[in-house]
Structure formats: structure tokens, C-alpha cells
């Protein structure tokens, strides 16, 4: 398991700044469209700074939301699975991650902002379909690689809440294992199976 | 299609005062809890008017939430669709009646304040159960019924979100025909197939 990017013991008055500027420009100009040199202008520092505390934006994005993992670092893990667990490895990575109440808080937080915020519902938006599209395209046809990333985010969007905020059970107590076994074909079939029927 | 249970344009004081207090009830009580009964007292009204004008508890929580249709009776619809199509079915029907954007309003601000709201979580949680899990114990075992009706209902809402409030593409646009071909078979394994695995 690797260290928390949220950084919020050691923060440095600079890094502190840094973050606030991100945390502006991502609900301003969604994920996309946000850029490391604006929000070092906004922070008032070099770009190069930024650069060298954060490395891309999506690990600034990662320690500005203080979420619990880089998830292209977390898919890339699990995309070294063998062909046939994908499905499962996903489930199970992600879910013994949000496991952590201080893990998940930020996860679901901004969950909870996208539901009612445009600016959250684009970031969010922007950031999963980035995160998944990336790493499904290593392993679908390009055609599909759109649609498969948005169907596991279904699902795995889905099952966060119903295990986390709506508490639906059994789904909200079952353990890691059991959601892997019952979810993780479905994520499986999306990422690597029929989607489009015959037609 | 059935008509609306919306009933905004003729209805009476007596109504409005009876759906006023059937919002409160459910909200400070959940869906469980509340009771025709209770409802009606809050209302200064005998409760055998509230059976005569809404029959069920169900249909009294459809009309004072404004859902589109009554899920039970939605479900029973699909129900009679042969075995091998219910998963296609279920994710056809209720797209095309999230399809209108006014039948649509109410489930999604429902849905909305379920992500802040404690006592609307609750109202949608017992909500959902109720009513997927009557119809999945038809065919179900009863000992994986719980489960089933929890992923089907992981699967919905979050096909629900991606749809029409994160706005992932395509999901956000594709058809209805090609979300029922790409998410049919989920909610089919999940209904009838394996889903506790060999152990």
C-alpha cells in the first residue's frame, strides 16, 4: 500500500495555497479544462513548483480532493491481473480501499457534491471517464473503449453508493470477497466481453 | 402507459393536505415506518379516506413523491416477460420512462437528497427493497433474494447516475436499445444466474 497524498500534517504555506488553487479551478473549470499553469497563477507560484510537488495533474488532483489513491496507479495494478480476474481484482482493490472510513470520506464527499453541483458533476465526470478510459483502452477496441469505461463506471459508481450511502443490504455489510464473486463478472464482461449484442 | 399518479392539476385541499403530510411522514420516518394511519391523523383526516383515495402505501409514497409510475406495478409488467429477456427488459422499461424529463424530475431529486440526507436514504433504501424484492422472491431462492434485489438495484442506480447526472458519454447518450444489450445481461445474471460463486 502506498502513502496518503493528502498531505495534511506537514503541509507547507505554499503547498497549502497550491491546494486551494486546485481545489478552485477543478469545481471552477472541471478537470479537463483545469491546467497546472493556471492554478500555480492563481496560487501565485511557478508552474515548476507545482510540477515538482505534484508531478501531473491528476496526482494534484488526487492530494487537492485528498483522495485515498492515484486511481490510474490503483488500475494500473490491477490491469497486471491475469485476463480472466479483471473483473473481480477491480471490485475487490477498490472496495478494500474505500474499506478505510478516512479513505472513503473524500471518495463519497465528492460523490455527494456531484449529485447536486454541476462544477463537481464535470470534474468527477472528466476524471473517471480519464482514469478508466485510459486503462481500458490498453485492452479493448478503440470503438468500444468509450463505452466499456462508462459501463464499469455504472456499476462501480453504483455499488459505491448502495453499499455506502443508501446502505442497501445485503450489499452494505457483505464482505469484500462476496461483492468481488458477485459483481466481478459483471465488470469483467464490460471490460472485456459482448456489449453490443449481435446487431 | 398508465396515467400520471402525480395528480398536481385537480387536486383537492383534502389531497394536498393528505400528500403534505405523507412527504413528512416518510421523510421523518422512512418508508417502513410510516404508516397510513399515521399519515392520515397528521393530516386531520380519517385514514379510510387515504385507502380510498391511494389504496396502498406504495401508491400513496408514488403520489406524494411523484414518481412517474408504480415501481411494483412496473416490475410486475416485466415480470411477464419470458425468463431469458427480464434483464433486457427491466433496464428498457424503466429508461423509457426516465426518458421524460418531467417523469424523471422527482426520482432523481429523491435520489439527490438520498446523497445528504439521512432520513431520504432511508426512504429510498426501504423503498427500493420493497419493491424489487417482492418481485425477485417470485423466482429467487429465498435465501439469495436480498442479495439479488441489492445488485439489481447497485446496477440501476448507477446506470441512473451515469445517465442523467454525471453525464458520462456514451451512456449519457446512447440509446435505449444499446443500454438494454450492454446492461440487459447484468441484471439477468443477477436475477437468475450464479452469484455467490462455487464456494
Same mark, same amino acid.
Given at each position: 500500500v502506498s502513502p496518503r497524498t493528502g498531505r495534511r500534517a506537514g503541509e507547507s504555506g505554499t503547498e497549502a495555497a497550491i491546494l486551494d488553487a486546485a481545489r478552485r479551478s477543478f469545481a471552477e473549470y472541471g478537470y479537463d479544462r483545469a491546467t497546472i499553469r493556471g492554478i500555480a497563477a492563481s496560487a501565485g507560484v511557478d508552474p515548476a513548483?507545482?510540477?515538482? +510537488?505534484?508531478?501531473?495533474?491528476?496526482?494534484?488532483?488526487?492530494?487537492?480532493?485528498? +483522495?485515498?489513491?492515484?486511481p490510474s496507479e490503483v488500475l494500473k495494478e490491477i490491469f497486471e491481473s491475469s485476463d480472466e480476474r479483471l473483473g473481480e481484482d477491480l471490485v475487490r482493490t477498490l472496495l478494500r480501499i474505500l474499506e478505510d472510513p478516512e479513505a472513503r470520506a473524500p471518495v463519497i464527499g465528492l460523490l455527494r457534491s456531484a449529485m447536486t453541483n454541476e462544477g463537481a458533476a464535470r470534474m468527477l465526470r472528466e476524471f473517471i471517464t480519464d482514469a478508466i478510459l485510459t486503462l481500458v483502452t490498453r485492452r479493448a477496441e478503440p470503438d468500444d473503449a468509450a463505452l466499456r469505461a462508462s459501463l464499469v463506471a455504472s456499476q462501480i459508481v453504483g455499488l459505491g453508493l448502495t453499499r455506502f450511502v443508501l446502505e442497501i443490504e445485503p450489499i452494505a455489510s457483505a464482505s469484500v470477497d462476496d461483492l468481488a464473486v458477485a459483481i466481478g463478472p459483471t465488470i469483467q464482461r464490460y471490460l472485456t466481453g459482448e456489449v453490443r449484442g449481435d446487431r
Open positions: 513548483l507545482v510540477h515538482h +510537488f505534484y508531478g501531473t495533474k491528476e496526482k494534484l488532483f488526487v492530494a487537492a480532493t485528498r +483522495f485515498p489513491r492515484v
